[in-house]
């Protein structure tokens, strides 16, 4: 019943990087707006990222210049480029797309420690 289904997470050294990869199915991917979340232990779940059904970007202060979202709206595909990652960027993160009606992915596993 997943239609939404992250990928990309793993292991990192700081200042690395990673791309995160969402594949939607079961619905009109084009028109949703879609989120990256994340969740780290003991903590609650908060935005990272933000991309509206026509393309405008929001993100959170933290990731701001260093985390880029996109999609291909023909792949059924939103991305999230994590550069310069951090110790405090480790977290599960959280696949989201909001029509109305909000749809989570199952979430991946970042880790950042050398």
């Known amino acids: 019943q997943l239609q939404l289904v992250e990928s990309g997470g793993g292991l990192v050294q700081p200042g690395g990087s990673l791309t995160l990869s969402c594949a939607a199915s079961?619905?009109?991917?084009?028109?949703?707006?879609m989120n990256w979340y994340r969740q780290a232990p003991g903590k609650q779940r908060e935005l990272v990222a933000a991309i509206t059904s026509g393309g405008r970007t929001n993100y959170a202060d933290s990731a701001k210049g260093r985390f880029t979202i996109s999609r291909d709206n023909a792949k059924k595909t939103m991305y999230l480029q994590m550069n310069s990652l951090k110790a405090e960027d480790t977290a599960v993160y959280y696949c989201?797309?909001?029509?109305?009606?909000?749809?989570w992915g199952q979430g991946t596993l970042v880790t950042v420690s050398s």
């Open positions: 989201s797309a909001a029509l109305g009606r909000r749809i």
């Open positions: 079961g619905i009109p991917f084009s028109i949703y707006d």
